[in-house]
């Protein structure tokens, strides 16, 4: 439900129909992999979460470390 209305505020129409079809399609690849598989893949995903996060820390000790 949440993500039905996070998908709702950003997109509008267009955005809940994605997630719907989005939804669904994980459900019938959740069911057709086997669930080592499906482990590795939420571990690479994961991977993609992290960057962002580092990529910021990074910029933010080079501008600490120029203003001193």
């Known amino acids: ?3 039905w ?4 505020y950003l997109g509008g129409q267009k ?4 997630y719907q079809f989005t939804y669904l399609v994980m459900i019938v690849l959740g069911a057709s992999f ?6 590795e893949m939420t571990d690479f995903i994961n991977i993609f979460l992290v960057l ?3 990529y910021c820390l990074w910029k933010i000790t080079l ?3 120029s203003s001193k």
Do not use: D
């Not at 955005?15 to 994605?18: A, V, Y």
């Not at 086997?34 to 482990?39: K, T």
């Open 5 to 8: 209305q996070g998908a709702s």
């Open 63 to 65: 501008l600490r470390a």
């Open 15 to 18: 955005g809940t129909r994605l």
């Open 52 to 54: 962002p996060c580092v």
């Open 34 to 39: 086997s669930l080592e598989f499906l482990w």
């Open 1 to 3: 439900y949440i993500g």
